[in-house]
């Protein structure tokens, strides 16, 4: 079965750290596009930060220098390493594979879609 | 980066079709996917590109885009189908994501 398994949430004080981990079972992490996406209490979804297959990251203007996303392709494990922590980094982080399709149409754009999501775990900063 | 633009509510009646937008400058490069989400679940991937489902999606869903404009359709809503509606693309640059602020549906 594909799965995404989120967890590593907790209360965290203001300018502290936690590392998120999310296990994947029925694809390999290292093949696909994977992205943390989260959601502040009563707000809409917000994406993360990203990691291709090929290594490559991108973060989001919100947490970049503060946030790191990596992954141990030995245990098809994805993490978001979170630094500095804020009041507004309080959410539901989720972890979710971006899937990747050719158009079928000629010299449109490839189709992209987070197929897999897990369940979520949920970071407070608060003091 | 870019923003995309979604209508913050929208009603239906029980049976009836609703549309659900999005816009934004990136949609003229890239198609939207759309996802909805449920109170307390996590988002479910409900459409992607040129009108494509996942499997497991009821055919009553449906996309189409135009433009900076991408639409989400719900041909006879049913009860099951009220919840909150997000679009999302690759923004301009193509390596970061974007989401719509997520539109609320309320089946009466």
């Known amino acids: 079965e594909v799965q995404l398994v989120e967890s590593g949430g907790g209360l965290v004080q203001p300018g502290g750290s936690l590392r998120l981990s999310c296990v994947a079972s029925g694809f390999s992490v290292s093949s696909n596009f994977m992205n943390w996406v989260r959601q502040a209490p009563g707000k809409g979804l917000e994406w993360v930060a990203s990691?291709?297959?090929?290594?490559?990251?991108y973060y989001a203007d919100s947490v970049k220098g503060r946030f790191s996303i990596s992954r141990d392709n030995s245990k098809n494990t994805l993490y978001l390493q979170m630094n500095s922590l804020r009041a507004e980094d309080t959410a539901v982080y989720y972890c979710?594979?971006?899937?990747?399709?050719?158009?079928?149409?000629?010299?449109?754009?490839?189709?992209?879609?987070?197929?897999?999501w897990g369940q979520g775990t949920t970071v407070t900063v608060s003091s | 980066s870019s923003e995309l633009t979604q209508d913050p509510a929208v009603s239906v009646a029980l049976g009836q079709t609703v549309r659900i937008t999005c816009q934004g400058d990136s949609l003229r490069s890239y198609y939207a996917s759309w996802y909805q989400q449920k109170p307390g679940q996590a988002p479910v991937f409900v459409i992607y590109g040129k009108n494509k489902r996942p499997s497991g999606i009821p055919d009553r869903f449906s996309g189409s885009s135009s433009g900076n404009t991408a639409s989400l359709t719900i041909t006879g809503a049913q009860a099951e189908d009220e919840a909150d509606y997000y679009c999302n693309s690759r923004d301009t640059s193509g390596n970061h994501l974007v989401f719509g602020g997520g539109t609320k549906l309320t089946v009466l």
């Open positions: 990691m291709y297959s090929s290594g490559s990251t």
């Open positions: 979710a594979r971006e899937r990747e399709w050719e158009s079928s149409d000629l010299f449109a754009p490839p189709y992209y879609g987070m197929d897999v």
